[in-house]
């Protein structure tokens, strides 16, 4: 059974970090591309990063870029994401998902999604 599942979630304080993984069973990583959206209440699921199979190509959106980096560890078969510079604006449910030729900020062109993980960014 394919399976994705987020981690490392939390509350935290402006201006602090943290590092979601994304942990798959049932597959194998290394062939897909891997992005990160996340869901804030009341609004769209975004894009937020994306990594090619081969992580030699990553994605950001405008408003994370410089303060978050998307990498991969194909042996332990997990992606993070590593968010520093956090903002009150950054909190949201974090998502991975998996895709096969290419990164898409479009959610509909994902094939798997994990469950989510809640970041609060508050003082």
């Known amino acids: 059974q394919l399976q994705l599942v987020e981690s490392g979630g939390g509350l935290v304080q402006p201006g602090g970090s943290l590092r979601l993984s994304c942990a798959a069973s049932g597959f194998t990583l290394d062939r897909y591309y891997i992005g990160w959206f996340r869901q804030a209440p009341g609004k769209e699921r975004e894009g937020v990063s994306c990594i090619r199979s081969s992580g030699s190509s990553t994605n950001y959106a405008d408003s994370v870029k410089g303060r978050f980096t998307i990498s991969r560890d194909n042996a332990k078969n997990t992606v993070y994401l590593q968010m520093n510079s956090l903002k009150p604006e950054d909190t949201a449910v974090y998502y991975c998902?998996?895709?096969?030729?290419?990164?898409?900020?479009?959610?509909?062109?994902?094939?798997?999604w994990g469950q989510g993980t809640q970041v609060t960014v508050s003082s």
């Open positions: 998902a998996v895709r096969h030729y290419y990164c898409s900020g479009h959610t509909w062109e994902y094939d798997h």
